[in-house]
């Protein structure tokens, strides 16, 4: 079955997950995770696109990001494949593709949702064992929502900025949403929509992308539809 067009919309927020080539790993040396940053936050200056969260992994790495200019994205995702690799396989004299094929996203809800996959991302590296605590983590954005650390590179979201009136009130109410965690069926259903580019949202959110789009946003049911129903357009 042929893979559905990848839905990207200017203006709104986008969960992006790159995986790495099997075999390959992103910080073989000092400094690796730095130079990945740097052409992130690069590229998407050039190309008009927001960071909100990020996180960087040996195997992978995930953004939510919101372009303001068609196509922001995916030519931010080229340019760092410019920026990056290039430089990363001449530093390690290393040759091949990095990337295990093309990058995945979806869209996501502001509000709850947002915030729900912020928590996500901030808690990958722990889930990986690469840490005790998402603070403990340098390179996801974690720091910088609760006070430890200010880059200026990653925009925060309108829906973090809703969390407080101080810049205390919201990196205590952030922290407390990281501290409770996620459910490890919400945890697996953020991760499955952005790899198969369904939106994450709610079901309002979800029709309304729909009627915009006129596309179908959700899996097929399993199994053969019923007896007499013809298949609609968006059932193929």
């Not at 409770?180 to 580019?197: D, N, P, Y």
Request: net charge positive.
């Amino acid at each position: 079955m042929a893979r559905l067009t990848r839905l990207t919309l200017t203006g709104h927020v986008h969960h992006v997950i790159q995986r790495v080539a099997p075999g390959r790993n992103l910080v073989p040396g000092e400094g690796d995770l730095a130079l990945l940053w740097d052409a992130l936050a690069q590229a998407a200056e050039q190309h008009g696109v927001q960071i909100h969260a990020y996180a960087l992994l040996p195997t992978q790495f995930q953004l939510l990001a919101t372009p303001t200019l068609e196509g922001g994205i995916s030519r931010m995702m080229q340019g760092v494949g410019r920026r990056f690799v290039t430089t990363f396989n001449q530093r390690h004299s290393i040759h091949g593709a990095m990337w295990d094929g093309r990058y995945r996203s979806n869209l996501v809800e502001e509000g709850d949702s947002l915030l729900a996959c912020m928590v996500f991302l901030d808690t990958l590296p722990v889930a990986a064992g690469l840490c005790h605590s998402p603070e403990r983590y340098e390179w996801t954005s974690h720091q910088d929502f609760v006070g430890l650390r200010q880059d200026r590179r990653v925009v925060p979201h309108e829906s973090y900025w809703r969390l407080g009136n101080t810049p205390f009130a919201r990196e205590a109410a952030y922290a407390d949403l990281v501290h409770a965690g996620l459910s490890a069926r919400t945890a697996k259903v953020i991760e499955e929509s952005a790899l198969h580019g369904w939106p994450y949202g709610s079901s309002d959110f979800l029709a309304e992308l729909s009627k915009l789009t006129g596309r179908r946003l959700r899996p097929l049911t399993a199994g053969r539809p019923p007896r007499g129903k013809k298949s609609s357009p968006q059932d193929i």
